[in-house]
């Protein structure tokens, strides 16, 4: 018997210096920190691939230095990915110049020539902020056809209200699921016992 498997990839959006600790700090976003952890080292235990999908904003970006002040700027220390979520060798790194992780990226390319060219059926949303660049990375994952899960222990924003407002509009327009990352990990493991009937049934 045939099982089809999901097939997951995690963004990891904006865990870098500026929004964790410098110019655009965010007070909230070290109650997350240790939760991607935890996810990360899973993914990986699980061949799961990791994106991290960060800014590196150029002078010319006036469309958020305008309203922002300049920030994560490309080379800067403030634009580095916070030393306890650093990437492993195994892991990809998508720099993005506007909220969108998908925006003149080519994210979904890389996505789609994933698990064996099947590519990517299924993003696990994580990072920075709920209401912002994780919002508008989950329009564009739902406009090309992904599966949603948002981490709601994985994800943070300036204040508690943006943050249940993020995470309200992304469930009600883009049809995602918002799950603990507790539980999101048991997913992981139920598909790993798939995986292993699917290799027994082959044999």
Same mark, same amino acid.
């Given at each position: %018997?045939?099982?089809?498997?999901?097939?997951?990839?995690?963004?990891? $959006?904006?865990?870098?210096?500026?929004?964790?600790?410098?110019?655009?700090?965010?007070?909230?976003?070290?109650?997350? $920190?240790?939760?991607?952890?935890?996810?990360?080292?899973?993914?990986?235990?699980?061949?799961?691939?990791?994106?991290?999908?960060?800014?590196?904003?150029?002078? %010319?970006?006036?469309?958020?230095?305008?309203?922002?002040?300049?920030?994560?700027?490309?080379?800067?220390?403030?634009?580095?990915?916070?030393?306890?979520?650093?990437? %492993?060798?195994?892991?990809?790194? #998508?720099?993005?110049?506007?909220?969108?992780?998908?925006?003149?990226?080519?994210?979904?390319? +890389?996505?789609?020539?994933?698990?064996?060219?099947?590519?990517?059926?299924?993003?696990?949303?994580?990072?920075?902020?709920?209401?912002?660049?994780?919002?508008?990375? &989950?329009?564009?994952?739902?406009?090309?056809?992904? *599966?949603?899960?948002?981490?709601?222990?994985?994800?943070? +924003?300036?204040?508690?209200?943006?943050?249940?407002?993020?995470?309200?509009? $992304? *469930?009600? %327009?883009?049809? +995602?699921?918002?799950? *603990?990352?507790?539980?999101?990990?048991?997913?992981?493991?139920?598909?790993?016992?798939? #995986?292993?009937?699917? &290799?027994?049934?082959? *044999?």
């Amino acid at each position: %018997m045939y099982i089809e498997l999901t097939r997951y990839a995690i963004l990891v $959006i904006d865990m870098q210096n500026d929004f964790v600790k410098g110019k655009l700090k965010c007070e909230r976003a070290s109650n997350i $920190i240790q939760n991607i952890h935890t996810l990360l080292i899973e993914a990986r235990n699980n061949n799961i691939p990791v994106f991290y999908c960060i800014d590196e904003h150029l002078p %010319m970006d006036n469309y958020e230095l305008n309203l922002w002040g300049p920030h994560a700027m490309k080379g800067t220390e403030g634009q580095k990915i916070i030393d306890e979520l650093k990437p %492993m060798e195994s892991d990809f790194v #998508i720099p993005k110049r506007t909220y969108s992780a998908f925006d003149g990226t080519g994210l979904d390319r +890389a996505l789609n020539g994933l698990y064996g060219g099947k590519g990517v059926d299924t993003i696990i949303i994580t990072g920075l902020h709920t209401n912002i660049c994780d919002r508008h990375s &989950s329009y564009d994952a739902f406009t090309r056809g992904f *599966k949603i899960i948002v981490a709601e222990d994985g994800v943070e +924003a300036f204040t508690e209200e943006e943050h249940r407002s993020g995470l309200e509009y $992304i *469930k009600r %327009m883009y049809g +995602a699921d918002i799950k *603990k990352i507790e539980e999101i990990v048991e997913i992981f493991k139920r598909n790993r016992v798939k #995986i292993k009937r699917n &290799s027994q049934n082959q *044999k």
